[in-house]
């Protein structure tokens, strides 16, 4: 893939808006100057994903994933760098050069998950065309789409693609474009037994699954032949690019729609999700045929804590619905339930009714899930009262469940109500159920550091290297570097004998008193960064914090961001570690420097006399033991210097 110009990354970099782009992946709400949400990258109740449109960076204080919109699209999307700055560049418009074609050998040397995101964009783009262009193509697939009642803008919309009926079209032209057999197999679209290949969906229409960004993770083929011993829909395998539990089908095209209307619709199928789509309800997913899992539920959640779930009116087994339920209710939902009159369903019903009859429908039949659940359960044993004891405690477990006590306290006051049954029973079964899952929980949990000891450790190493890597100096070396990043281009004033006072900036003095006395940085990222500061200064370019930002190098955009992000929420090891006062050092710049300078100087220093300590240690002779200690003296006296510079009393 060819680089993309410098200027056209400025750009980019420049028009995207983080809390935009976040906002099509996460639920933001305002929190002062910033906006919060849930956490995309780990599980979490309590919100602490920070988003600041001011200074355009993110912040998860979770998994201390930290950086720009370029960086969130890489770690939320596995995005190459420069894919996401041209995802990024099609949703703002902005024009980049056509990259060139690539030869076989640089298709090859792509990474395995990366080429089967290519071939999985190529598949659809080929799906897509054969009902467009191809006679076969147009006189069954596109037939049978237009049969079904989807109109050309939503076929075009939702992707919708034909594979031919013949052996092996689709891997033939996917092979002549260079693209590998082992990866055309692992994604599913081409099944290969002894010496012969063959696409596994011909004869099949195409429903494309797409992650939340809009890349192709797999499909679902619908066979059109009558064949009872055909199955009727086969869907991708799992691949290192699709995972169907942690999926939920349209939800690429529904965000926006679920976080408008603060509600998830849930039902079974593909042309559940059009066609309830096509006729204006939008905020509507599908979990594809599968069983809700629990991953499912919390894509759900960062958009919206409300799910109402969409059964057919003659739907088998909606007791095993259940599950999905419990779950729904544990990671703290709302659920509700609508059951679609006999022989209908969302598809169906979507294509016979106006948008105000769809609208109207789901919000009459739209019940809790007690009334739901007793409604299935009971089945005319109203009367049995070992079944009605059953029923309730089924209830009163689901109502467990629930995370929030007001949310558990009100449904214990409508379980009282609708099965008239004194309140304080069901208290009494509630609390029974929570001490022993509490019980549970407890020792099942026994050995393990609580969550915040486990951020901390994080914390303390994730704007650098690993521990390992990890230098005597690090510390210090990290507060000059975060120097020069936040303040490097201040102008400040230096003191001296006279009454003129020389100004110079910050990135200079940090950078003279460092050349003056030979010293260098061990750390790596700290090293990289400084030496990116010292190039430009010899062309007396002094680099403000967005340049960082923007480089592909996301270690360092991540270190960036996490300092820029130190005052939307203050990291504990900043304060009480590394001893940095923020809020102050504004306020005297030059002191501030300075003191970070004597404090890198001055354990630079004990560096070299521990060493020296280590080599008397070691046995050396009369004469070189004369010359190691008239050398450490002579280290203890600049050492001294730098402690009086600093306030500090030394106890030996």
């Known amino acids: 893939m060819s680089k993309i110009p410098t200027h056209i990354v400025d750009e980019i970099m420049q028009t995207a808006l983080v809390e935009e782009v976040i906002g099509d992946f996460v639920q933001l709400k305002r929190a002062g100057s910033n906006l919060k949400g849930l956490s995309p990258f780990t599980d ?30 890489m770690e939320k999307e596995h995005f190459t760098y420069p894919e996401a700055l041209r995802w990024l560049a099609d949703k703002y418009g902005i024009n980049i050069p056509a990259p060139r074609e690539q030869t076989k050998e640089e298709l090859e040397q792509i990474s395995e998950k990366e080429s089967l995101f290519v071939i999985n964009d190529f598949a659809n783009q080929y799906f897509q065309n054969n009902i ?59 099944k290969q037994k002894e010496d012969y290949t063959f696409d596994f969906y011909r004869g099949r229409v195409l429903f494309p699954i797409h992650s939340i960004s809009g890349r192709v993770l797999g499909f679902g083929g619908r066979t059109l032949k009558k064949d009872k ?47 309830m789509f096509q006729s204006g309800v939008e905020n509507v997913v599908a979990s594809s045929g599968t069983s809700l899992t629990r991953e499912q539920i919390r894509l759900v959640k960062r958009y919206t804590k409300n799910l109402t779930i969409l059964y057919d009116g003659d739907a088998a087994g909606i007791k095993a619905s259940f599950r999905g339920i419990d779950l729904i209710l544990e990671e703290g939902l709302n659920v509700q339930v609508v059951l679609f009159p006999e022989g209908e369903d969302p598809d169906s019903f979507a294509k016979n009714h106006t948008l105000s009859e769809i609208k109207e429908m789901i919000s009459v039949k739209k019940q809790d899930f007690i009334s739901f659940k007793a409604g299935v359960l009971i089945d005319g044993s109203e009367n049995d009262p070992i079944q009605r004891s059953k029923l309730i405690r089924e209830v009163v477990q689901s109502v467990a469940l629930i995370p929030d006590q007001i949310t558990r306290s009100v449904y214990v006051q409508e379980i009282a109500k609708k099965f008239e049954i004194d309140e304080k029973t069901i208290s009494n079964e509630l609390i029974k159920l929570l001490r022993a899952r509490l019980t549970k929980e407890q020792q099942g949990t026994r050995g393990f550091q609580s969550s915040e000891v486990q951020t901390l450790q994080k914390q303390a190493i994730q704007v650098g290297e690993a521990k390992n890597k990890q230098t005597p100096t690090f510390e210090y070396e990290l507060d000059l570097i975060r120097l020069m990043l936040l303040f490097g281009t201040h102008q400040i004033s230096i003191p001296s004998e006279t009454d003129e006072k020389a100004a110079t900036s910050v990135i200079e003095l940090i950078y003279d008193e460092l050349v003056e006395d030979d010293l260098k940085f061990e750390n790596p990222l700290c090293k990289m960064i400084f030496e990116e500061f010292e190039c430009n200064l010899k062309n007396q370019i002094l680099l403000s914090t967005s340049y960082f930002k923007n480089l592909e190098n996301q270690k360092v955009v991540s270190f960036v961001s996490h300092l820029q992000s130190n005052d939307i929420e203050l990291s504990y090891n900043w304060v009480n570690k590394y001893n940095i006062v923020t809020k102050s050092e504004g306020d005297d710049l030059y002191k501030s420097v300075m003191n970070s300078i004597y404090n890198f100087k001055y354990h630079k220093v004990d560096e070299v006399i521990l060493n020296i300590k280590s080599r008397i240690k070691s046995g050396a002779t009369d004469e070189d033991m004369l010359e190691l200690l008239a050398e450490q003296m002579s280290w203890e006296k600049i050492k001294k210097s730098f402690s009086d510079k600093l306030g500090r009393i030394i106890i030996k």
């Open 229 to 275: 011993k055909v199955a009727k829909y086969y869907n991708s395998p799992e691949s290192p690019i699709y995972n169907k539990s942690e999926i939920l089908y349209g939800l690429y095209f529904s965000k926006g729609a679920i976080i408008k209307y603060d509600e998830c619709l849930l039902c079974e199928g593909y042309t559940d999700v059009i066609s």
């Open 44 to 73: 979490e109740r309590t919100p602490s994903f920070v988003v600041s449109p001011a200074k355009q960076i993110f912040k998860c204080f979770s998994t201390g994933i930290g950086g720009t919109v370029v960086t969130f699209l």
């Open 132 to 190: 467009r262009k191809n006679p076969e193509g147009k006189a069954i697939g596109l037939s049978y789409f237009l049969e079904r009642g989807f109109t050309q803008d939503t076929i075009d919309q939702f992707q919708l693609g034909y594979c031919l009926d013949v052996s092996d079209d689709f891997t033939k032209a996917a092979l002549k474009k260079g693209y590998k057999l082992q990866y055309l197999t692992k994604v599913g679209l081409t």
